[in-house]
């Protein structure tokens, strides 16, 4: 069936640095792809999404690209912030339902 | 206006209580999802309403049940639950169909059981 594989957290990095989180998925046909952020005791936020092979999302001066070869959809910035600090998920919409990856956890330290 | 909203923020019930969660958006979206979420980990899609019409139940136990009264609103209602159901019920809403499809989501609902 359809899923969606994350990096294993926490990810610990320090203000400036670059990000990238891994995310690979196991769908047939072409899903849309999505980033999703969780701040401490809040609901999701859609960050970024890509519909089709090649589309680049971006947002907040984070990156993803859908990439239909390696079925992957990294998520990147290339300076985080503290602000950051979030649990970060990938996502799949697939027959009326989202299917997430297990999360992983950003620490910025300043 | 992409809000979808969710009452109460806290709640706190004991096992033999009735409560209900409620949800709002006003985005004209005709799907609502409502989704239980554990602590460090992904939501679980409970409930998928699509034109108003519950079409998939990931076989949750009887004791949830939802209800979408209009397009503008979803409920869960909640009786004899048990403490392993204390989470975080988050509610989303979407267009209709797989392509181009993004969820919005409410800030959810912290439930305690006690």
């Known amino acids: 069936g359809d899923s969606v594989t994350q990096m294993e957290g926490p990810v610990t990095l320090s203000e400036e640095a670059f990000l990238t989180i891994n995310c690979t998925y196991t769908a047939t046909g072409y899903p849309s792809l999505f980033w999703y952020v969780q701040y401490p005791g809040e609901g999701l936020q859609l960050l970024l999404k890509?519909?089709?092979?090649?589309d680049k999302g971006s947002n907040k001066g984070f990156e993803a690209t859908y990439r239909k070869e390696t079925t992957s959809f990294h998520l990147e910035k290339g300076s985080v912030q503290v602000s950051d600090s979030a649990v970060y998920f990938c996502?799949?919409?697939?027959?009326?339902?989202?299917?997430f990856g297990q999360g992983t956890t950003l620490q910025v330290k300043p | 206006d992409t809000e979808v909203t969710q009452t109460p923020k806290h709640l706190v019930m004991g096992m033999t209580n009735k409560k209900s969660l409620k949800c709002e958006q006003h985005?004209?979206?005709?799907?609502m999802y409502w989704y239980k979420q554990k602590a460090k980990k992904p939501p679980e899609l409970m409930f998928v309403?699509?034109?108003?019409?519950?079409?998939i139940n990931e076989s949750v136990p009887s004791r949830f049940s939802p209800e979408c009264p209009n397009s503008s609103l979803l409920n869960l209602h909640l009786h004899a639950l048990q403490p392993e159901d204390s989470a975080l019920y988050l509610c989303?809403?979407?267009?209709?169909?797989?392509?181009?499809?993004?969820?919005?989501f409410g800030q959810g609902t912290r439930l305690t059981v006690v």
């Open positions: 989303a809403s979407s267009q209709v169909g797989d392509r181009n499809t993004e969820a919005f």
């Open positions: 985005m004209g979206h005709r799907a």
């Open positions: 309403y699509s034109y108003e019409k519950l079409s």
């Open positions: 890509a519909t089709k092979a090649d």
């Open positions: 996502a799949l919409f697939r027959r009326g339902k989202l299917i």
